[in-house]
């Protein structure tokens, strides 16, 4: 993964932010299932491509920015906009470390993440900020079928389509354009698991 800066964020674009908790270790199921209203809310279809792929990034990256963020901070931010044809993921944490995409074995149930978000990506990065570091991810409409283009796999398929649910934050969600005050969403309802794959 390029260390670059995420694209700016164009004006007008449909946007949310939650903010999670990662000393608390609860609640990735429940992001899950606040991304897939949100982009509901904004017309896309569950059962298309781009929004399976939006919340197969979105689990694998907080995943990881729970597990590697610096507990002395515990907190980790969550941007998701929509602009044209493309929806944006940033991820930003309490830790400068360089993202290191892995090569896990067939049956290992992580290390993945990064390398999923690369080949569902068109463009996907990293960048440090004080006093940690952001990874970003520009999904287009058809991450699935692009990617299997690219490499001549079905990246989505069997142990690889396995969201890894590692240490999961507590949501706290700030909403619109206009910050609101975040409020806490201890026993709000978990999400369902993820759907299978699209068919195409």
Not at 159 to 178: E, N, Q
Request: aromatic content about 6%; hydrophobic content about 35%; some cysteine.
């Amino acid at each position: 993964m390029i260390e670059q800066p995420p694209p700016d964020q164009p004006v007008g674009t449909r946007w949310a932010r939650w903010t999670l908790d990662c000393i608390t270790l609860d609640g990735v199921s429940q992001l899950r299932g606040f991304v897939q209203a949100k982009l509901t809310e904004w017309d896309y279809d569950l059962k298309d491509e781009q929004p399976f792929a939006v919340t197969l990034v979105v689990t694998e990256l907080v995943a990881n920015a729970a597990q590697h963020g610096d507990p002395r901070f515990g907190m980790v931010d969550l941007v998701l906009w929509s602009s044209g044809d493309t929806v944006t993921v940033l991820v930003t944490d309490s830790s400068r470390a360089t993202p290191q995409a892995k090569t896990p074995g067939p049956q290992e149930e992580r290390g993945r993440g990064l390398a999923l978000t690369m080949a569902c990506s068109k463009e996907c990065g990293w960048w440090r900020y004080e006093p940690g570091k952001t990874v970003w991810a520009a999904i287009g409409p058809q991450p699935l079928s692009e990617a299997e283009r690219r490499t001549g796999t079905g990246l989505v398929t069997g142990a690889a389509c396995t969201p890894s649910l590692r240490p999961r934050p507590t949501v706290r969600h700030t909403g619109r354009a206009d910050p609101v005050p975040a409020a806490r969403t201890h026993g709000a309802r978990p999400a369902p698991p993820l759907p299978d794959p699209p068919e195409r």
